[in-house]
């Protein structure tokens, strides 16, 4: 529930605990934080988990008081691949425009590790002084943390076959991960791969808004998808895709001849791609947004880094010109970045 110095445009939920309450949420951020330095300190692991892991046997509650009591923008970002590169760099642009970012950079994105922001991040009273707290999590453990975090936007990168000892087959994670969007309240936003036949679908059902990203071009790529994708037939009728082109694996362009399933019109769109001639060059992107058209310089090489930086676009970028200053490791970004916003997506 908001309250009267919330900012207008995020959520918050009074989850503070009162009495005994503050007390045990106080022993459980304290040892947590001291469990993370000795582990640091004595070199067992990174301590990037353990925080966590402890904070929660004392209070279960730990992560859902302290997200739920600050008003930051929260985003969570999940998917099979490209979840720590595109969860980098949009804690480094939010870094450049001037926002606190709380963030499990480590990649650690069990449930612990994900804990270990709350514990790391706060103050012995719970208190996050923090602008974005942002949030990398496994595909998997996901459905767990939405319902304690409660985002306000949450990206989904795209979804392949991944650690089936713990998962399952794709279609089951599928599954999971539609039903978590499905729950989100409609304040939140949803920001989808429109390349990914699986991930275009999910949340047919969902209150929340979505927006769609992705390529738009057929400067790259090839003519039909590799023989390893792992989608390469509609999720509706079964009948095989056809592909104007594939980008990696199964993302691309793609289209159902049966049933018409195809491409969803893409919110944010790479729309021209031009890669580095000798393979180890920056690539140069061009991206459509609602708001206007961006130029960006992509200082790794590949059409695989072109589809992992279009993903935090969405998120964090607004058109405006190149400055000066900026980190060597993500140039050509925009003058104003600024989180996202829901608004009506373009016909």
């Given at each position: 529930m908001a309250t009267e110095d919330t900012p207008?445009?995020?959520?918050?939920?009074?989850?503070?605990?009162?009495?005994?309450?503050?007390?045990?949420?106080?022993?459980?951020?304290?040892?947590?934080?001291?469990?993370?330095?000795?582990?640091?300190?004595?070199?067992?692991?990174?301590?990037?988990?353990?925080?966590?892991?402890?904070?929660?046997?004392?209070?279960?509650?730990?992560?859902?008081?302290?997200?739920?009591?600050?008003?930051?923008?929260?985003?969570?970002?999940?998917?099979?691949?490209?979840?720590?590169?595109?969860?980098?760099?949009?804690?480094?642009?939010?870094?450049?425009?001037?926002?606190?970012?709380?963030?499990n950079r480590t990649g650690s994105n069990m449930l612990q590790g994900v804990t270990s922001v709350a514990v790391n991040f706060a103050d012995m009273f719970g208190r996050l002084d923090s602008d974005v707290l942002l949030f990398e999590i496994d595909e998997g453990t996901i459905p767990l943390a939405v319902p304690e975090i409660q985002p306000d936007v949450v990206l989904i990168t795209n979804i392949f076959r991944d650690q089936l000892d713990r998962y399952g087959e794709l279609y089951s994670v599928a599954k999971a991960l539609d039903k978590m969007l499905e729950s989100l309240p409609e304040t939140s936003t949803i920001l989808l791969n429109g390349n990914?036949?699986?991930?275009?679908?999910?949340?047919?059902?969902?209150?929340?808004?979505?927006?769609?990203?992705?390529?738009?071009?057929?400067?790259?790529?090839t003519p039909v998808p590799e023989q390893s994708a792992d989608i390469i037939r509609c999720i509706h009728c079964q009948e095989d895709l056809l592909y104007e082109v594939a980008y990696m694996s199964?993302?691309?362009?793609?289209?159902?001849?049966?049933?018409?399933?195809?491409?969803?019109?893409?919110?944010?769109?790479?729309?021209?791609?031009?890669?580095?001639?000798?393979?180890?060059?920056?690539?140069?992107?061009?991206?459509?947004?609602?708001?206007?058209?961006?130029?960006?310089?992509i200082p790794l090489p590949g059409v695989h880094n072109v589809c992992g930086d279009r993903q935090h676009s969405p998120g964090l970028w607004t058109p405006g010109e190149n400055t000066g200053g900026r980190p060597d490791h993500l140039p050509g970004f925009c003058e104003k970045p600024h989180l996202i916003q829901p608004y009506a997506a373009t016909d």
């Open positions: 207008a445009g995020t959520t918050s939920v009074n989850t503070t605990p009162s009495g005994l309450g503050k007390a045990r949420l106080a022993l459980a951020i304290s040892a947590g934080k001291l469990a993370g330095a000795s582990g640091r300190f004595f070199r067992i692991g990174g301590g990037t988990s353990l925080p966590g892991m402890i904070a929660r046997r004392i209070d279960p509650n730990i992560l859902k008081s302290v997200v739920g009591a600050s008003t930051a923008e929260k985003i969570v970002i999940t998917g099979s691949n490209g979840k720590t590169t595109t969860a980098r760099m949009t804690a480094t642009i939010a870094d450049y425009a001037g926002q606190r970012v709380s963030h990914d036949p699986q991930v275009a679908n999910f949340g047919q059902n969902a209150k929340a808004q979505r927006l769609f990203f992705g390529l738009e071009t057929t400067e790259v790529g199964h993302l691309g362009l793609y289209r159902c001849p049966n049933c018409g399933y195809t491409l969803p019109k893409l919110d944010f769109a790479a729309t021209a791609v031009q890669l580095a001639p000798d393979g180890e060059g920056p690539s140069h992107v061009k991206i459509r947004t609602p708001q206007g058209e961006i130029k960006l310089d």
